[in-house]
């Protein structure tokens, strides 16, 4: 099963995650990126890169988090969504919202 974005994500869009992504499975808007499902071969290697922990297999989101798994796949089919695989800078504010999450 695929790996999934969650609301961590929502407002910094760190993209340490899709340069150790072998598939180039992310995609993003200009709040946050996802992992298209279908493109995701589970191996696992943009979770520990993640540096607001945002990234987990989808069955282990937790159960608050459960609708990230539909948004990923629903946002990674909308027209105009662009294929992230490179890194970026993060959002303005990014790094106070990763100190504002604990991390």
């Known amino acids: 099963m695929a790996y999934v974005v969650t609301e961590n994500c929502k407002n910094c869009m760190f993209t340490d995650c899709v340069e150790v992504c072998p598939v180039d499975c992310f995609y993003g808007d200009e709040t946050m990126i996802y992992i298209h499902p279908d493109e995701c071969i589970d191996c696992g290697a943009c979770e520990p890169a993640c540096p607001v922990e945002a990234i987990f297999p989808a069955e282990d989101v937790a159960e608050d988090q ?17 294929n992230i695989t490179e890194a970026r800078d993060p959002l303005e504010g ?10």
């Open 66 to 82: 459960e609708k990230w798994i539909d948004i990923n796949a629903e946002k990674c089919e909308e027209d105009g969504i662009e």
């Open 94 to 103: 990014a790094d106070e919202r990763k100190t504002a999450l604990g991390f």
